[in-house]
């Protein structure tokens, strides 16, 4: 059974930092790109980050660059989302998922095959 979970949202104030957490279980990690997504309430879900497991390329949605970095453990089958200066406009539910098609990066949600539960990411001003 494939699984994604998320961890380490929470509420932090602007200029703070959180990292968010993907354990995944029940497929061939190494094979898949694992992305981050975000979903504001009204607003559409937004490809915020994605990474290749098997050979660590990154693709960052222009409103994070520089200020979230995405990362992968292959050892653990674990991606993280290290978010740093936070703002009050990155506030979500964050979401990752798993994708078969790794090259290219795939950055829209449609090219995703599995998704986790999401993590609330609350920042305050």
């Known amino acids: 059974e494939v699984q994604l979970v998320e961890s380490g949202g929470g509420l932090v104030q602007a200029g703070g930092s959180l990292r968010l957490s993907c354990a995944a279980s029940g497929f061939t990690f190494d094979d898949y790109a694992i992305g981050w997504f975000r979903q504001a309430p009204g607003k559409e879900r937004e490809g915020v980050s994605c990474?290749?497991?098997?050979?660590?390329?990154?693709y960052y949605a222009d409103s994070v660059k520089g200020r979230f970095t995405i990362s992968s453990d292959n050892a653990k089958n674990t991606v993280y989302l290290q978010m740093n200066s936070l703002k009050p406009e990155d506030t979500a539910v964050y979401y990752c998922a798993a994708a078969s098609k790794s090259r290219p990066l795939p950055r829209v949600a449609y090219e995703y095959d599995y998704w986790g539960q999401g993590t609330q990411v609350t920042v305050s001003s």
């Open positions: 990474i290749s497991s098997s050979d660590g390329s990154t």
